[in-house]
């Protein structure tokens, strides 16, 4: 039996594993684990493993996972998500939708200061929500917009997706997160609008909020600038050369946990924040262990790179070869996680897209390109049955929500997600201009 032949027989064991509920990472290390046996034997093997986790660990760019992980926990648990879902609440909570609106806004800022989707959602949910259900929106325009806008939270720099894409392409990450702002204000953007129009089509949908006074504006906003000040300093700073990616992760979270204290964290919270971020952490580097293993037998089997021979011999547009690639990872997000798919599909896929011609672009362009427009997709399978996470934690928040209104909710905000993806894929510059302007 070839390598290849190999290759398939233990991603599709991995994948019927997945479907009877055995964890990622486990299915992971057993599918690498029982291929590199089989071509290698079992001495190589365990001569690869007692090197493989200090080899993966003791990468030093690992180190912004828990920073960023401890940044959100803190926002979370700080109290940062009300002042800012106030402050974009006090701007337009007085137009029809704009409490749903404002929603959305405060997902995109909490973004800014969190990289994850799940804490983005469930933290925006506990402090939206009941302000929804208090002005009689409709269940399913509120779990839509909370959902669809959770999923900024790994759109908008820092994510922890795209830092760990960032790893296993060897791209710079600070050039990702610059390059991920643009299409995440097109999301913010698009979300809002997709507001606008069901309450325009429905005007029950969202009733227009009070009109705040120019001196509440200015409190809201005095509330929220140190997060702002954050955000720029640790971005503009990784980008600038001032400090590398796992410096400016530091500083960051350094200043969310002064302002977090500001605001009201006492030790419970800090407690809770640190074993929060330790817990998703241990998951995560789990997971890596799990996909480095795989990986490692993947390379043995030669499988992506006949994968990529294979595709570029087809003589299939290269477009067409691209869509197909979405496809497959709004398929694969309506089953797995958003960082279980990268870590999965990258080292297949990457090799194959750079093989190919897109507009022309040069290979440090592609890779940052194709790194947004798959952190893009993958991010729509946080919102897309039958798993749709985001959605799942939206349900459960509210009892007068269920799960299928929440998902007929979500409807109107995929369509912004596609819109958003085919501009991307026609328009690289969307996402290159900032980096290409900042270089």
């Given at each position: 039996?070839?390598?290849?032949?190999?290759?398939?027989?233990a991603l599709a064991a991995m994948l019927v594993m997945l479907a009877v509920r055995v964890p990622i990472a486990v299915a992971m290390l057993l599918a690498g684990m029982g291929g590199y046996t089989v071509l290698a034997g079992w001495d190589p093997l365990i001569n690869h493993l007692k090197s493989a986790a200090y080899g993966r660990y003791s990468n030093y760019d690992l180190s912004v996972v828990p920073m960023f992980l401890?940044?959100?926990?803190?926002?979370?648990?700080?109290?940062?998500?009300?002042?800012?879902?106030?402050?974009?609440?006090?701007?337009?909570?007085?137009?029809?939708?704009?409490?749903?609106?404002?929603?959305?806004?405060?997902?995109?800022?909490?973004?800014?200061?969190?990289?994850?989707?799940?804490?983005?959602?469930?933290?925006?949910?506990?402090?939206?929500?009941?302000?929804?259900?208090?002005?009689?929106?409709?269940?399913?325009?509120?779990?839509?917009?909370?959902?669809?806008?959770?999923?900024?939270?790994?759109?908008?720099?820092?994510?922890?997706?795209?830092?760990?894409?960032?790893?296993?392409?060897?791209?710079?990450?600070?050039?990702?997160?610059?390059?991920?702002?643009?299409?995440?204000?097109?999301?913010?953007?698009?979300?809002?609008?997709?507001?606008?129009?069901?309450?325009?089509?429905?005007?029950?949908?969202?009733?227009?909020?009070?009109?705040?006074?120019?001196?509440?504006?200015?409190?809201?906003?005095?509330?929220?600038?140190?997060?702002?000040?954050?955000?720029?300093?640790?971005?503009?700073?990784?980008?600038?050369?001032?400090?590398?990616?796992?410096?400016?992760?530091?500083?960051?979270?350094?200043?969310?946990?002064?302002?977090?204290?500001?605001?009201?964290?006492?030790?419970?919270?800090?407690?809770?924040?640190?074993?929060?971020?330790?817990?998703?952490?241990?998951?995560?580097?789990?997971?890596?262990?799990?996909?480095?293993?795989?990986?490692?037998?993947?390379?043995?089997?030669?499988?992506?790179?006949?994968?990529?021979?294979?595709?570029?011999?087809?003589?299939?547009?290269?477009?067409?070869?691209?869509?197909?690639?979405?496809?497959?990872?709004?398929?694969?997000?309506?089953?797995?996680?958003?960082?279980?798919?990268?870590?999965?599909?990258?080292?297949?896929?990457?090799?194959?897209?750079?093989?190919?011609?897109?507009?022309?672009?040069?290979?440090?362009?592609?890779?940052?390109?194709?790194?947004?427009?798959?952190?893009?997709?993958?991010?729509?399978?946080?919102?897309?049955?039958?798993?749709?996470?985001?959605?799942?934690?939206?349900?459960?928040?509210?009892?007068?929500?269920?799960?299928?209104?929440?998902?007929?909710?979500?409807?109107?905000?995929?369509?912004?997600?596609?819109?958003?993806?085919?501009?991307?894929?026609?328009?690289?510059?969307?996402?290159?201009?900032?980096?290409h302007l900042m270089g």
């Amino acid at each position: 039996m070839s390598g290849v032949e190999t290759g398939l027989i233990a991603l599709a064991a991995m994948l019927v594993m997945l479907a009877v509920r055995v964890p990622i990472a486990v299915a992971m290390l057993l599918a690498g684990m029982g291929g590199y046996t089989v071509l290698a034997g079992w001495d190589p093997l365990i001569n690869h493993l007692k090197s493989a986790a200090y080899g993966r660990y003791s990468n030093y760019d690992l180190s912004v996972v828990p920073m960023f992980l401890l940044m959100g926990n803190l926002a979370s648990r700080g109290g940062l998500s009300a002042a800012l879902f106030a402050a974009t609440r006090a701007f337009i909570g007085h137009l029809r939708g704009g409490i749903a609106m404002a929603a959305v806004g405060a997902c995109a800022a909490f973004g800014a200061i969190c990289g994850s989707s799940l804490a983005t959602a469930a933290t925006m949910g506990q402090v939206a929500l009941p302000e929804l259900r208090k002005a009689n929106y409709d269940p399913g325009l509120s779990a839509g917009a909370l959902a669809a806008g959770g999923t900024l939270g790994i759109l908008i720099p820092p994510s922890i997706v795209l830092a760990i894409y960032a790893i296993l392409t060897e791209q710079n990450i600070a050039k990702l997160f610059t390059a991920a702002f643009v299409p995440g204000l097109l999301a913010t953007a698009g979300y809002m609008a997709v507001i606008a129009v069901v309450v325009r089509l429905k005007p029950d949908a969202g009733p227009a909020g009070p009109r705040s006074t120019w001196n509440e504006r200015l409190h809201a906003l005095w509330d929220v600038w140190p997060i702002v000040v954050i955000f720029v300093v640790m971005l503009g700073g990784m980008y600038g050369g001032v400090f590398s990616a796992t410096e400016g992760a530091a500083i960051g979270t350094g200043a969310t946990l002064i302002l977090a204290v500001v605001k009201g964290l006492r030790w419970a919270g800090l407690r809770d924040s640190l074993l929060g971020a330790a817990r998703a952490t241990g998951m995560i580097f789990l997971i890596l262990l799990g996909a480095d293993i795989l990986n490692a037998f993947l390379a043995l089997s030669q499988l992506p790179g006949e994968l990529a021979t294979w595709v570029q011999g087809t003589g299939w547009p290269p477009l067409v070869i691209l869509t197909a690639v979405i496809v497959l990872y709004v398929v694969l997000g309506c089953f797995m996680d958003s960082l279980s798919m990268i870590l999965l599909t990258v080292p297949i896929f990457f090799p194959m897209i750079m093989g190919l011609d897109f507009w022309g672009l040069e290979a440090a362009d592609k890779a940052i390109w194709f790194g947004i427009l798959a952190l893009m997709v993958v991010e729509i399978g946080l919102i897309t049955p039958p798993v749709g996470m985001n959605v799942y934690i939206i349900s459960a928040m509210s009892r007068d929500i269920s799960m299928g209104t929440a998902f007929r909710g979500v409807v109107p905000f995929l369509v912004s997600d596609v819109v958003r993806v085919l501009l991307l894929v026609l328009f690289p510059s969307l996402s290159l201009w900032l980096v290409h302007l900042m270089g």
